[in-house]
């Protein structure tokens, strides 16, 4: 079995109504997301590396939102943060700004629709990040696209930071790494919820491997790209906008 089996995969709405029927699970990252394998690791790394590369930020636009988890972790930083939060899910969207409301010190911004087709302006951000979003993108020509709007989004200065579940260029080490992520969901909820779990990713996701965003990401223009964590099947990685393009 791999993360990326020739099956149809869910369309955006099919994902979307999934979503807005996991409010309560994605509220909670300790135990709500345990399938994330290192989830509330990569919430502080990724917090922590954000706040130092870009202790200027005073603008935030998390994709993908959930329920607010690294905007609220951002905010503990960088509490002066203007925030701009997008996600497929209205539920998850409104659940973001009510835990919000008594944290950020400016009004939250809410843009219910896929990044892929919501503009993103020029220079507007000095932040962003993504978490768990883009492995739902498809092909390579959408995996581009989605970057060079988010290149072009930030403002110089600016980074992008990203935690995702990523494939294995090698088949044989891919087969290694899915076998241990399987091994890792049994056990947490047993053999029932490893086969859950990797039905909906067959289902849903289409991940691309650690280096091939590297790369992308320097394609389209960014600069000193850091990988922050690692394992198994997940990565926490983001990179720093240093130029005009």
Not at 92 to 116: C, I, S, Y
Not at 216 to 224: I, M, P
Request: hydrophobic share 40%; proline share 4%.
């Amino acid at each position: 079995m791999s993360a990326s089996g020739p099956a149809a995969k869910s369309t955006v709405d099919e994902i979307r109504r999934r979503f807005d029927n996991d409010v309560e699970r994605f509220s909670n990252l300790e135990t709500g997301q345990a399938a994330t394998v290192d989830s509330p690791l990569a919430l502080e790394l990724i917090a922590e590396a954000a706040s130092a590369a870009t202790p200027h930020a005073a603008s935030l636009l998390d994709i993908g939102c959930g329920a607010g988890n690294y905007t609220l972790k951002l905010l503990e930083r960088l509490p002066d943060l203007a925030v701009t939060l997008i996600d497929l899910s209205r539920p998850m969207l409104d659940r973001a700004t009510e835990r919000l409301g008594g944290v950020a010190k400016r009004p939250v911004t809410t843009l219910q629709g896929d990044v892929r087709d919501l503009p993103l302006g020029q220079g507007c951000f000095d932040l962003v990040v993504t978490a768990a979003v883009l492995h739902h993108l498809r092909g390579e020509s959408e995996w581009r696209a989605v970057f060079e709007k988010v290149y072009r989004a930030l403002r110089t200065g600016g980074s992008f930071w990203i935690f995702d579940m990523v494939e294995h260029s090698l088949p044989a080490v891919q087969a290694r790494m899915w076998e241990r992520y399987g091994r890792y969901l049994e056990s947490l909820k047993g053999d029932d919820y490893r086969r859950q779990v990797f039905g909906y990713i067959e289902q849903e996701d289409t991940p691309r491997p650690l280096m091939f965003q590297l790369d992308l990401l320097r394609a389209v223009g960014f600069s000193e790209a850091e990988i922050l964590h690692k394992n198994t099947c997940f990565a926490a990685f983001g990179a720093l906008k240093h130029g005009a393009r």
